[in-house]
T-cell receptor
Framework: DADVTQTPRNRITKTGKRIMLECSQT?????MYWYRQDPGLGLRLIYY???????NKGEISDGYSVSRQAQAKFSLSLESAIPNQTALYFC???????????FGPGTRLTVT | AQSVTQLDSQVPVFEEAPVELRCNYS??????LFWYVQYPNQGLQLLLK??????LVKGINGFEAEFNKSQTSFHLRKPSVHISDTAEYFC??????????????FGEGTQLTVNP
């Protein structure tokens, strides 16, 4: 089984809809992250969490919110989806020592 | 704030040729550096990392990278590529220590295409 799982893997939604992307991990890491990937821009950090009670904005948090329900679960919500939020979204985890991040398989989101 | 620049967006090469993917970073403090690979329709997988010690770092699949502090570079190399190396490669950096540690800054990515 994969260490970091994301659901759904693909989602098409309409402008204005609320959508939640979910991430679960079995690595026992405290730190979790949400990124979005756009062609030519690499990965950009949306939100990150160093533990259940510590949630921080990344470089592009506007229009997004997150919830850390447990050490193993970190959800990303789009309150009112817009077309320029069409992207590939990745969840990642890391420990506190090596800083190496482990990525999920990604969620491809299309907002029409 | 740190930044990471990958100097080539696309690198086409022939099978069994050597390849170098270039990465420069800017940071006023010490950094940890990483190279990740993304195969089609998959997440990112760590190729190699530089934390400290030897400036030549060896990773998986025959890749290696050299940390050059004076030139603020961390170029990825492989002496002989295979078709299966076709993928997108990302360079990433984070500053050492403190609460900002482990927040990765990624480069824009380099698409490596290996042709027969």
């Amino acid at each position: 089984d994969a260490d970091v799982t994301q659901t759904p893997r693909n989602r098409i939604t309409k402008t204005g809809k609320r959508i939640m992307l979910e991430c679960s991990q079995t690595k026992g890491h405290d730190r979790m992250y949400w990124y979005r990937q756009d062609p030519g821009l690499g990965l950009r950090l949306i939100y990150y969490s160093f533990d259940v009670k510590d949630i921080n904005k990344g470089e592009i948090s506007d229009g997004y919110s997150v919830s850390r329900q447990a050490q193993a679960k970190f959800s990303l919500s789009l309150e009112s989806a817009i077309p320029n939020q069409t992207a590939l979204y990745f969840c990642a985890t890391s420990d506190s020592w090596t800083y190496e991040q482990y990525f999920g398989p990604g969620t491809r989101l299309t907002v029409t | 704030a740190q930044s990471v620049t990958q100097l080539d967006s696309q690198v086409p090469v022939f099978e069994e040729a050597p390849v170098e993917l270039r990465c420069n970073y800017s940071s006023s403090v010490s950094v940890y550096l990483f190279w990740y690979v993304q195969y089609p329709n998959q997440g990112l997988q760590l190729l190699l990392k530089y934390l400290s010690g030897s400036t030549l770092v060896k990773g998986i699949n025959g890749f290696e990278a050299e940390f050059n502090k004076s030139q603020t570079s961390f170029h990825l190399r492989k002496p002989s590529v295979h078709i299966s190396d076709t993928a997108e490669y990302f360079c990433a950096a984070t500053t050492r220590g403190g609460t900002s540690g482990s927040r990765l800054t990624f480069g824009e990515g380099t698409q490596l295409t290996v042709n027969p």
